[in-house]
């Protein structure tokens, strides 16, 4: 198995784990412990394991401080900010809307690539990210009523989109910095930080959680978030950002929304419709076609063997 294929299916587990996640966080926040509660213990506990595991894994590096500020601003692009609007508008919009607002990760990935990276936007591409987010548009525009399951589903909303513009830059910080530290190095410091950004926020709903009064069902939701979505899905997702172009990882965002839908229709927390199926199969369709070569990728590959 090449390096790539690796790195292609780290990437199609986060979309997976980050997918249940939407419902599985659903599920205790904001009933049973406020978002920023739960977005402290994540990074607590994550932060934690990593620092854990760095003593018996991984190289000893040590992190020059002139580094640390480009650290610190990755962990708040991709830790601190990110986790904070991403619980936050969970708790007030449905699991549904909230994974398809995610699919606009790709297009400003692919913006910024193209401004930064200088990477190249070729016809199949922007035709592919076009629909993916026409899919996803249309499923935000038939979810935009307060219900029974999300409160204030337009600040819910815009609180995701502002969490999916903070991944974006993250998934750059994080290609520039893991050409540079290994995996657990990397990890530990991003989530040193993260601690220190969420704990203001956090530390008061975080103490404020009845653990001992809590159901099984609600301790086992947590555990998921911290340990899948969380620690699992930014140790595979680190991996696949070393192999493949950000735009590439970013794509991979247009699974969550179909994935999400199938799991909030089948714990009962939502419910799919005709159009909302019809939306998902543009959204593939968007995924298929951006990350479908161009002649002159294609021409560049063979050239190459």
């Given at each position: 198995?090449?390096?790539?294929?690796?790195?292609?299916?780290?990437?199609?587990?986060?979309?997976?784990?980050?997918?249940?996640?939407?419902?599985?966080?659903?599920?205790?926040?904001?009933?049973?412990?406020?978002?920023?509660?739960?977005?402290?213990?994540?990074?607590?506990?994550?932060c934690?394991?990593?620092?854990?595991?760095?003593?018996f894994?991984?190289?000893?590096?040590?992190?020059?401080?002139?580094?640390?500020?480009?650290?610190?601003?990755?962990?708040?692009?991709g830790?601190?900010?990110?986790?904070?609007?991403?619980?936050?508008?969970l708790?007030?919009?449905?699991?549904?809307?909230?994974?398809?607002?995610m699919?606009?990760?790709?297009?400003?990935?692919?913006v910024?690539?193209?401004?930064?990276?200088?990477?190249?936007?070729?016809?199949?591409?922007?035709?592919?990210?076009?629909?993916?987010?026409?899919?996803?548009?249309?499923?935000?525009?038939?979810?935009?009523?307060?219900?029974?399951?999300?409160?204030?589903?337009?600040?819910?909303?815009?609180?995701?989109?502002?969490?999916a513009?903070?991944?974006?830059?993250?998934?750059?910080?994080?290609?520039?910095?893991?050409a540079?530290?290994?995996?657990?190095?990397?990890m530990?410091?991003l989530?040193?930080?993260?601690?220190?950004?969420?704990?203001?926020?956090?530390?008061?709903?975080?103490?404020?959680?009845?653990?001992?009064?809590?159901?099984?069902?609600?301790?086992?939701n947590?555990?998921?978030?911290?340990?899948?979505?969380?620690?699992?899905?930014?140790?595979?997702?680190?991996?696949?950002?070393?192999?493949?172009?950000?735009?590439?990882?970013?794509?991979f965002?247009?699974?969550?929304?179909?994935?999400?839908?199938?799991?909030?229709?089948?714990?009962?927390?939502?419910?799919?419709?005709?159009?909302?199926?019809?939306?998902?199969?543009?959204?593939?369709?968007?995924v298929?076609?951006?990350?479908?070569?161009?002649?002159?990728?294609?021409?560049?590959?063979?050239?190459?063997?």
């Amino acid at each position: 198995m090449t390096k790539r294929q690796v790195a292609l299916i780290c990437a199609t587990f986060v979309a997976l784990f980050y997918a249940i996640n939407f419902s599985s966080a659903k599920e205790v926040t904001p009933e049973h412990i406020g978002p920023f509660g739960l977005t402290w213990y994540r990074v607590v506990f994550t932060c934690a394991i990593f620092w854990i595991i760095s003593i018996f894994a991984g190289p000893k590096e040590k992190v020059p401080f002139k580094e640390l500020p480009l650290i610190a601003l990755a962990a708040f692009c991709g830790v601190g900010f990110n986790m904070i609007t991403f619980m936050w508008g969970l708790s007030l919009t449905t699991p549904i809307t909230a994974s398809v607002l995610m699919v606009t990760t790709p297009i400003i990935v692919a913006v910024l690539s193209a401004i930064f990276l200088k990477e190249r936007l070729h016809f199949w591409k922007v035709l592919g990210i076009g629909l993916g987010f026409s899919g996803a548009a249309f499923l935000i525009l038939l979810s935009s009523n307060p219900n029974q399951v999300g409160a204030d589903p337009l600040m819910g909303n815009i609180l995701i989109f502002l969490n999916a513009l903070s991944y974006s830059f993250y998934i750059l910080l994080a290609k520039k910095l893991t050409a540079k530290y290994h995996v657990f190095t990397l990890m530990k410091w991003l989530y040193f930080f993260g601690v220190l950004f969420i704990t203001p926020f956090g530390i008061q709903q975080g103490l404020g959680f009845d653990v001992a009064n809590a159901s099984s069902h609600v301790i086992l939701n947590i555990a998921y978030v911290v340990i899948f979505a969380t620690f699992g899905t930014y140790m595979l997702n680190i991996i696949a950002i070393r192999t493949l172009k950000p735009s590439v990882v970013a794509v991979f965002v247009y699974l969550q929304p179909l994935l999400a839908a199938l799991i909030a229709v089948g714990l009962g927390t939502d419910q799919m419709t005709w159009v909302k199926a019809g939306a998902g199969m543009v959204i593939f369709l968007g995924v298929y076609l951006a990350g479908k070569k161009s002649k002159k990728e294609l021409a560049r590959i063979e050239s190459s063997k």
